[in-house]
């Protein structure tokens, strides 16, 4: 699985769009691009997934590059609840791959008043 | 559905001696995942099993660590004897099918090893 990498921390205001960064440079054509989060003291959570198209749900917007070697994490209206450690995380989903996630170090996001 | 339980949630056991986790996986998920979680090594897999067999056990650690799954309902991490080193979270994931692109994560067990 291709490696990522994400700043270390980041700040945003409440009610504000946060964006988060990934890259991903060495990504392959059939390898997807997770997110999860994991709030202080809970397991991780799923957010989002894309392959090449934009992507969004209730919970965020995911913005692929053409190339596909980066991509955007946005939480439109971050609340304080949406204060966690953000894992990028590329993966091929495909059966002799398991379904095993690999986890780097993620962005630590703090959302302020 | 209750989503994937763990038990005990805390755990505070003294060197040497055994330990067991336990975890029930969402009912109909047919892989089981165990994670480790620790502030200097961030969150591991270190198991994980297909239909209740073991798949890819490479991220154990070491002897003193096995695993079960004798049932689609119910798995094991067991660690003997325990060592400080072992202190961590311990999660334990659930997905539906491969390709399944969502894994559910369990609350954890904090241990902690003294």
């Known amino acids: 699985d291709a490696k990522t990498t994400q700043p270390p921390s980041m700040d945003c205001a409440e009610g504000r769009a946060a964006n988060l960064p990934c890259n991903h440079s060495?990504?392959?054509?059939?390898?997807?691009v997770y997110w999860y989060r994991q709030i202080h003291s809970q397991g991780p959570q799923y957010i989002i997934h894309?392959?090449?198209n934009n992507e969004t749900n209730e919970m965020a917007s995911l913005i692929i590059t053409e190339d596909r070697k980066s991509s955007t994490l946005i939480l439109p209206h971050a609340t304080l609840r949406d204060t966690a450690v953000y894992y990028c995380i590329v993966r091929v989903a495909r059966k002799a791959a398991g379904n095993k996630l690999t986890f780097g170090g993620g962005t630590r996001v703090l959302v302020k008043p | 559905d209750a989503g994937v339980i763990q038990s005990p949630r805390h755990e505070v056991t003294e060197m040497g001696q055994e330990v067991t986790l336990r975890c029930k996986p969402i009912?109909?998920?047919?892989?089981l995942f165990w994670y480790r979680q620790t502030m200097m090594r961030g969150l591991e897999l270190l198991i994980y099993?297909?239909?209740?067999?073991?798949?890819?056990d490479s991220g154990m650690p070491e002897d003193r660590f096995s695993a079960k799954m004798p049932n689609a309902s119910f798995s094991t991490l067991k660690i003997q004897p325990s060592e400080p080193r072992d202190s961590a979270v311990y999660f334990c994931?659930?997905?539906?099918?491969?390709?399944?692109?969502?894994?559910?994560f369990g609350p954890g067990t904090r241990l902690t090893v003294t």
């Open positions: 994931a659930s997905s539906l099918g491969q390709g399944s692109h969502e894994q559910y």
């Open positions: 894309g392959l090449k």
């Open positions: 060495t990504i392959s054509g059939n390898e997807y």
């Open positions: 009912s109909g998920h047919d892989y």
């Open positions: 099993f297909n239909n209740n067999v073991p798949i890819d």
